[in-house]
């Protein structure tokens, strides 16, 4: 195994740990112990949207970390790679989809408690999940024009 490919890895492992361990603890305590009990019946929604949004963050990990199996397999230029970037996409569309369902939520709360910060922060994961859908989807036509070519000359020769 290559060392670099050792660091992506474990790079998508960390990944996972810390998303891991607020949806364990940290949504949890909120649950428990609310800052404010008044908003129980905003608060709620926004959580499940959080907790709801777990799940395709960790199949978009787990694809990733496919993906960096096929390319230390020698498998880079297959479908395989190609179907595990565009369920990376898939994952990255649904979760920036959950997130604008849940940001009406994050409005209510942000005038109950005037906090118009609160706004923009819920805006962030909406707008990084676009950006890595839409560079999922460069790199899978890429992939697949890169295969294609690859395909011809290997038809040509």
Same mark, same amino acid.
């Given at each position: 195994?290559?060392?670099? &490919? ?33 908003? @129980? ?20 990990? %787990?694809?990733? %970390? ?5 390319? @230390?397999?020698?498998?880079?230029? &297959?479908?395989? &790679? ?7 996409? =898939?994952?990255? =569309? ?19 408690? @005037? ?32 295969? @294609?070519?690859? &395909? ?6």
């Amino acid at each position: 195994m290559k060392r670099g &490919s050792l660091f992506l890895k474990m790079a998508v492992f960390l990944m996972g740990i810390p998303v891991l361990a607020l949806g364990i603890y940290a949504l949890i305590w909120l649950v428990h112990h609310p800052f404010n009990p008044d908003y @129980d019946h905003i608060l709620y929604p926004i959580l499940i949207g959080m907790y709801v949004s777990m799940i395709p963050y960790f199949a978009a990990l %787990f694809q990733a %970390f496919q993906l960096l199996n096929y390319i @230390d397999k020698g498998q880079a230029f &297959s479908k395989w &790679s190609v179907k595990a970037l565009k369920k990376i996409k =898939i994952c990255a =569309i649904i979760i920036s989809g959950l997130y604008v369902i849940v940001l009406p939520f994050v409005y209510l709360l942000a005038e109950l408690d @005037d906090a118009p910060g609160l706004v923009l922060i819920g805006m962030v994961p909406i707008f990084a999940s676009i950006v890595i859908a839409v560079f999922a989807a460069v790199l899978q036509r890429l992939l697949q024009e890169a295969i @294609d070519i690859k &395909s011809e000359n290997d038809l040509t020769v």
